[in-house]
Structures are given as C-alpha cells and as structure tokens.
C-alpha cells in the first residue's frame, strides 16, 4: 500500500518537494522514486508550461528520477489525428524540454514501448476486465486504459498531475489495486487569468508565435489594477507570467516603467508585485515590459529550436 500523500499536496515550492521526494514510495529499494509527467504532441509548446516544467526541476533537484512521457501514440488515436504533426511536434518537444528548457529528465515517446508485444498484451488484458465487448475498438476507452498501463509498465511510483487533473470517465473502470501516488501542481493558467483547461488555443502563448501575435495576446491579458478585485477563479495572467515565464529564465533585472514616473528594475518577482499591489505599476506599463522580455525570450527560443519539415516535405 502507498502511503497517503494528500496531506503533502499540492506541491507549491522547492521546500516542500524537498519535504515530499523522501516520502514517495520507490518500487527499488535503495533507488530515489521514479517520477512521470505526461505531454501531448497534439497540441505546440506554449509558456503556460512554463509552470510544470519549473516544478519537474524543483523535483527532480529534490532527488526523483524523472521520465517525461511524450504520448505520441495516444495523440494517433484521437479523431483526425494527422501524423505528420504529431512527429513534428513531438520532436519539438524533446528538443525544447531537454536543451532549451534544461530539463533534467529522462523523454520517451509512447511509441518507443506502447507498440512492443508485451505491452500490447498487458493491454488487452486490461481492456478484458471492461464490460464493454468493443471497449478494444473505442479509440478513447483504448487511450484512458493506456493512461493506466503507462506508469505501470514503467515503474513509477508518482505521476505529476494538474490538481484539476482528473482521469477521464472510460478509465475509471480500469483502475484497480494501488496505482502510482500523485503529485498534485497548482493549476495552469491562460491569457485570460482563466484555468487552462477552460482556455482556447487563442489564449495561450505559443513558442512559435510572432512579435505580431504575441504583442496581440499580451495587449488582450486579463490584468485589472490594483485597487480592482480580481474576478473569482481568475488571476492576473500579466502578474502569472512574469512570475512563472519571465523571472525563473533571466537573470538581468526586469525593467518596469513606474506610475509616479522613471524605472523600476525588479529581480524578484516578489518585489514586482508587492509594487503592483502598491498600485506603483500600472496595468499597460506592466504589458509593456513584459512584451519586452517574452519578445527576447521567444527570439532565444526560436533560435535554438531545431528546423521541421514542413507540409510540402511529406
């Protein structure tokens, strides 16, 4: 039996992944506990990631062995699915999560294992259990049934998940016995201050996006003043990415144009909100500058990301 985790949880800082890594159960005896977080190369990398990804580094410098699981083979399954962008993207993501983000983890794709006849067989035999005569044939209840196969068929004994995470219905009935502990992060968020989950593509910024598109999306930020009350379930998406998509990547001082005049130059992001919340910055002034670092940001990112096919390649 693992033990119960919840009162551990969410994780929220590196203290407390470093309280929660000796913790977590290790299927090794000996050997640190063997962590997973799962990607979709369905959808391009965007910096609401940026979140997650700071908390798998918050773990994995807490001692887990990490694996990050690029689930190609679940995203072939969805309706429409195209292949060639799904290998566009899944390249994309090895590339930006281990040498341009510097996660230190181990990235598998679904396909290097989910294909394998040992798996196939431990597969079917979960889908046995399911009511369902066609649940074999139903793409969805195949994919929440792989969803669990996965942390088992590698050896893990935590899953990074979203505290709004929750697994879909069709899975449900494949859950049995003690599965991996979870380590619940706090929610991500969009442009608008709303929970991703609720967001539309429009609302997230993309590692590809141009100057034009991310001076539109920043311009559009649910970012209300100080002496505003923030609208309930909504952050302040402008003070969300400074927090989480500017001040863990630089390591200059932050310049931000002050409302009783001159600069402020900010190197904490705690500093930089204690003067928002002091109604010393002002909404426009704030998504100016950061306009100005996600702009330098994205051209570093740009940069060094690797040359994909493109569609008159296939």
């Not at 998940?161 to 502990?181: F, I, K, N, S």
Request: with cysteine.
């Amino acid at each position: 039996m693992r033990p119960d985790l919840t009162t551990e949880l969410p994780v929220t800082s590196p203290a407390a992944y470093a309280a929660l890594v000796p913790a977590l159960p290790s299927s090794t005896p000996g050997a640190p506990p063997h962590t997973l977080w799962s990607i979709s190369p369905l959808a391009a990398a965007h910096l609401s990631l940026d979140k997650v990804l700071l908390h798998q580094k918050w773990l994995i410098q807490a001692g887990a062995a990490h694996t990050v699981l690029i689930t190609d083979v679940h995203a072939a399954l969805c309706p429409d699915a195209d292949p060639f962008r799904i290998e566009q993207q899944a390249r994309c993501y090895e590339h930006y999560l281990s040498q341009i983000c510097g996660l230190a983890a181990t990235i598998v794709r679904g396909s290097a294992f989910q294909r394998s006849p040992t798996y196939q067989l431990q597969l079917a035999r979960l889908l046995d259990r399911d009511t369902d005569t066609n649940a074999g044939n139903n793409p969805r209840t195949k994919a929440a049934a792989m969803q669990i196969l996965d942390p088992c068929f590698l050896s893990i004994d935590a899953v990074m998940l979203d505290q709004e995470t929750l697994l879909p219905r069709p899975a449900h009935r494949h859950q049995t016995g003690d599965g991996p502990a979870p380590i619940y992060t706090p929610p991500l968020y969009s442009t608008t201050g709303r929970p991703l989950r609720e967001s539309t593509p429009d609302a997230r910024i993309f590692i590809h996006d141009s100057q034009h598109e991310l001076a539109r999306k920043i311009k559009q930020m649910y970012a209300p003043p100080a002496d505003h009350t923030l609208a309930q379930g909504s952050v302040n998406a402008v003070l969300e990415y400074f927090r989480w998509s500017v001040f863990p990547w630089v390591t200059d001082a932050v310049p931000v144009h002050l409302t009783d005049g001159g600069y402020g130059f900010f190197t904490s992001y705690d500093d930089l909100e204690t003067a928002y919340a002091a109604g010393q910055i002002h909404p426009s002034d704030a998504k100016t500058a950061l306009l100005l670092m996600l702009t330098a940001r994205l051209q570093t990112i740009q940069a060094h990301l690797p040359d994909t096919p493109s569609d008159a390649d296939r």
